[in-house]
T-cell receptor, first 112, second 116 residues
Framework: QQQVKQSPQSLIVQKGGISIINCAYE??????FPWYQQFPGKGPALLIA?????SEKKEGRFTISFNKSAKQFSLHIMDSQPGDSATYFC???????????FGAGTRLFVKA | GAVVSQHPSWVICKSGTSVKIECRSL??????MFWYRQFPKQSLMLMAT?????????EQGVEKDKFLINHASLTLSTLTVTSAHPEDSSFYIC????????????FGPGTRLTVT
């Protein structure tokens, strides 16, 4: 019930292409959905986040698409760059923000 | 803004000894701090949540007597791994939250613990 399923596990994209990572959840109580970027040996960094009353949010090259009825959300990275190569985690938080469940992560590699 | 530091960044200790990891919010006051554990190429697993001045709330399966958490001030939380064993070797990451309606967590750079 509190799982967040993330796919794919790994992704290879050409420079300039679009990277798409998908997540799905079951618990409709989640009310905050962030995406994090993590480089090897570093802590995660918040990229972008969305609330369930919004269907899309864009910040620079990063866009979250949110489908409340399907209980799915995705991250799109436009014009992917080699510097975007990292592990990306989707997450979902319960009301109050005291518990956040992370997806398994997607290792993205952008080929130059 | 919203910088969280951790110290040390890596530590090697002998089996049976205790290790303390510090987590500090440098430019904001954190009403809540979280401690996560991450194994190689795996996701983050929440270990415990701590609020300033109160006892930490541990996730199911996390030994509270082994992983001692103290949130002494609005800018400092510590995790002490007591009587460490090789299976405690992992990447420990803290995060901090301002609180209220703000859900954003700001993560520290992590601490690599190796127990020999």
């Amino acid at each position: 019930q509190q799982q967040v399923k993330q796919s794919p596990q790994s992704l290879i994209v050409q420079k300039g292409g679009i990277s798409i990572i998908n997540c799905a959840y079951e618990n409709t109580a989640f009310d905050y959905f962030p995406w994090y970027q993590q480089f090897p040996g570093k802590g995660p960094a918040l990229l972008i986040a969305i609330r369930p009353d919004v269907s899309e949010k864009k910040e620079g090259r990063f866009t979250i698409s949110f489908n409340k009825s399907a209980k799915q959300f995705s991250l799109h990275i436009m014009d992917s760059q080699p510097g975007d190569s990292a592990t990306y985690f989707c997450a979902a938080s319960l009301p109050g923000g005291f518990k956040t469940i992370f997806g398994a992560g997607t290792r993205l590699f952008v080929k130059a | 803004g919203a910088v969280v530091s951790q110290h040390p960044s890596w530590v090697i200790c002998k089996s049976g000894t205790s290790v303390k990891i510090e987590c500090r919010s440098l430019d904001f006051q954190a009403t809540t701090m979280f401690w996560y554990r991450q194994f190689p190429k795996q996701s983050l697993m929440l270990m415990a949540t701590s609020n300033e001045g109160s006892k930490a709330t541990y996730e199911q399966g996390v030994e509270k007597d082994k992983f001692l958490i103290n949130h002494a001030s609005l800018t400092l939380s510590t995790l002490t791994v007591t009587s460490a064993h090789p299976e405690d070797s992992s990447f420990y990451i803290c995060s901090a939250r301002v609180g209220g309606q703000t859900y954003e967590q700001y993560f520290g750079p992590g601490t690599r613990l190796t127990v020999t």
